[in-house]
C-alpha cells in the first residue's frame, strides 16, 4: 500500500475525544487545552539514515538542524508558532563525539527558533539505518489557524521559495523554515496552507482532497531552483516552502506588501472538478503518476 492509502484506510480507526479539534489528516493536529486561550499544535517526524540524509557527507548537526527544521514546518504550515519538542534517537553510533555534535547542533537549533527541548528517549539500532524522531509543540490562534480543508474555488495557489533540485543542492539540509512568513500569512491572506515536503504536485493534491476541488497549475510559473528540472519540481519533494491558496481580492494587496527574502509566487488556481485532481493550464493535460511525489510505499 502507499502511504496515503494508509493513512487513509486505517487512521479513521484511531478514535478521537472532545479536545481535538483538528485530528489526522493535516501537518499537524490542534488540541483544545483548558484554560488555555490558543489550539495546543502537536506534529511527529522523523529522519532516516539513507532516506532523509547520505550519512557519508552530512554532519551529526546538520541531521539534527534539519530534525528540528522539518518540524517547524509543520508548524508553519497551520499558522502555528513553535514551544516545546521531544526528542527520540535510535542509533548504532555510541561514541561520545557523535552524541555531543547531534546534540550540540540540535541545541544550537532550537536557540535559533526558541524551542526548549525538554524530554525523549535513546536507544541503539544496532545494525540498522539510524532513526530519530521528534515531536514538536506549538501554539496557534483558532481564527488564524490553517487547515488544507478551507480552499475555496477561484483562489490564486501561491508558493514560496524555489522548488526542486533540493537535495543535490543540499537545501534540504540548509533550508529555512518559514515561520516568519506563516505569521505574515495566517489569517490574514490564507487559512489554507500546507509545507512542500513530499512533492509540490503531491501536496497540492491534498490540499484539493481535503477541499473536495481540483486545481489547474500553471508549470511555467513555477519557481525552479537552480539545477531543478520540472519533473523534479513537481516531485522530487524536501523543499520545505510553503504552498497556500488566496482570495483573489486579497492578491494585489499581498503582492504588494510582501516583503521577505525569498520570492513569491502565484503557480495556478482552485477549480471545480474531481477532487484532487490537478491539470495543466496550457494543455489541460492532468499531472499524476510519475508527478506524484515521494511516497515510502510504492506498491
Not at 519538542?85 to 532550537?110: V, Y
Not at 524551542?115 to 535513546?122: L, M, T
Amino acid at each position: 500500500m502507499k502511504e496515503h492509502d494508509i493513512i487513509r484506510s486505517f487512521v479513521p480507526l484511531l478514535v478521537q475525544n472532545e479536545n481535538i479539534v483538528v485530528g489526522p489528516g493535516d501537518d499537524c493536529a490542534a488540541v483544545a487545552v483548558e484554560g488555555c486561550p490558543k489550539l495546543l499544535l502537536t506534529a511527529a517526524d522523523q529522519l532516516i539514515e539513507n532516506i532523509h540524509y547520505d550519512p557519508a557527507d552530512t554532519s551529526p548537526e546538520e541531521m539534527a538542524a534539519k530534525l528540528l527544521k522539518r518540524n517547524l514546518s509543520d508548524i508553519a504550515a497551520m499558522g502555528g508558532s513553535p514551544s516545546f519538542a521531544n526528542l527520540t534517537i535510535a542509533t548504532k553510533h555510541g561514541s561520545k563525539e557523535f552524541f555531543h555534535r547531534f546534540l550540540k547542533g540540535m541545541a544550537d537549533c532550537a536557540k535559533l527558533y526558541n524551542v526548549s527541548v525538554c524530554g525523549g528517549d535513546i536507544s541503539s539500532v544496532g545494525s540498522g539505518n539510524d532513526v530519530f524522531t521528534l515531536n514538536i509543540n506549538g501554539f496557534v490562534d483558532s481564527d488564524t489557524i490553517c487547515l488544507r480543508k478551507n480552499a475555496m474555488e477561484g483562489d490564486y495557489i501561491y508558493v514560496t521559495g524555489l522548488i526542486g533540485n533540493s537535495y543535490r543542492s543540499r537545501h534540504h539540509l540548509n533550508f529555512i523554515p518559514r515561520l516568519e512568513e506563516s505569521e505574515f500569512l495566517a489569517g490574514h491572506f490564507t487559512n489554507t496552507m500546507i509545507d512542500v515536503s513530499d512533492g509540490l504536485l503531491a501536496d497540492l493534491g491534498r490540499i484539493c482532497e481535503a477541499s473536495g476541488l481540483a486545481a489547474e497549475l500553471d508549470i511555467s510559473a513555477i519557481p525552479l531552483r537552480k539545477g531543478a528540472t520540472l519533473p523534479s519540481a513537481l516531485s522530487d519533494g524536501e523543499d520545505y516552502e510553503l504552498l497556500f491558496a488566496v482570495d483573489p481580492e486579497l492578491s494585489e494587496r499581498l503582492d504588494r506588501q510582501w516583503n521577505f527574502d525569498c520570492r513569491l509566487s502565484r503557480i495556478g488556481q482552485i477549480k471545480s472538478g474531481h477532487k484532487g485532481q490537478i491539470s495543466e493550464k496550457e494543455s489541460g493535460r492532468v499531472l499524476s503518476g510519475k508527478d506524484s511525489g515521494f511516497d515510502h510505499f510504492q506498491s
